[in-house]
């Protein structure tokens, strides 16, 4: 059932971004992270907040902790992400978030690792390519 509080949830920005991309797969803290280019605990925060709101499932494997959309979302919650889903088609950000987290993916995958050692090369090979543009 919706509430006040799933609507809270969802009026602030980075959650949103956080929820399309989870829409995406599943992603790890520095996958989420390295896209939105925001602190760890920043992330953390919003993930747990969502977490509690009914949006996500995690998932464990060694330190990492992986974050997917829950499989059995409430139908209202479904609802509400398939009406996001339409009104950020257009969003110059969100699309930005999409192109990066395919970089960001392509990197790890090249690299055969996501952790905190290829997140930081990620990273900083993001700021060359940001400040050669």
């Known amino acids: 059932m919706l509430s006040e509080r799933t609507f809270k949830l ?9 929820l399309m ?3 995406k797969g599943e992603l ?19 993930l ?22 829950r499989k059995e979302l409430d139908p209202g919650l479904i609802e509400l992400i398939g009406l996001l889903k339409k009104s950020v088609v257009n969003d110059i950000d969100i699309k930005n978030d999409f192109l990066e ?11 055969g690792t996501c952790d905190m ?6 990273m900083n090979r993001k700021k060359r390519r940001k400040k050669n543009a």
């Not at 969802?10 to 956080?18: A, E, Q």
């Not at 747990?48 to 959309?69: H, P, T």
């Not at 987290?101 to 690299?111: A, I, P």
């Open 117 to 122: 050692k290829s997140f930081k090369e990620y």
């Open 48 to 69: 747990s907040l969502l977490s509690a709101g009914g949006f996500l499932d995690e998932r464990r494997d060694g330190k990492l902790v992986f974050y997917s959309i």
């Open 101 to 111: 987290l395919n970089e960001c993916m392509q990197y790890q995958k090249k690299k």
């Open 10 to 18: 969802l009026s602030d920005r980075t959650r949103i971004r956080i």
């Open 28 to 46: 790890c803290v520095c996958q989420i992270m390295a896209v939105l280019d925001v602190s760890q605990p920043l992330v953390s925060k919003n």
């Open 21 to 23: 991309l989870l829409d």
